[in-house]
């Protein structure tokens, strides 16, 4: 079970930070993602993070804004969001699976509730 937490209204170039915790332990075994979903549109990856944090990909549009990481040890995962835009105003959610990080949302089996990110200008 995953619970992400962090979200809130923020303004135009404003920092937050998006964690994930999960209730197991095997936590560690898992890769995350990070996915987004604004009204009207598909929901997208934004970032992913393999379980031993080597293996990291972005999307092209926050790739110099945006960090992810993840602590093991805490059972927890973290969306650093940086220089925020309005355009970045989404319900953002974590997501678990097994073995390699993908960007593709039905290839994770465990969903966190979604925070909201609404970013203003």
């Known amino acids: 079970q995953l619970e992400d937490s962090g979200g809130g209204l923020v303004q135009a170039g404003a920092s937050l930070r998006l964690s994930c915790a999960a209730s197991?332990?095997?936590?560690?075994?898992?890769?995350i993602g990070w996915f987004r979903q604004a009204p009207g549109k598909e929901r997208e990856c934004v970032a992913y993070i393999g379980w031993s944090a080597m293996n990291t990909n972005f999307a092209d549009s926050v790739k110099d804004r945006f960090t992810i990481s993840r602590d093991n040890d805490k059972n927890t995962a973290y969306l650093q969001m940086n220089r925020l835009k309005p355009e970045v105003t989404a319900l953002y959610f974590c997501a678990a699976k097994y073995y390699r990080p993908r960007h593709v949302p039905g290839e994770y089996a465990y969903w966190g509730q979604g925070t909201q990110v609404p970013v203003s200008s």
């Open positions: 197991e332990r095997t936590f560690s075994s898992y890769a």
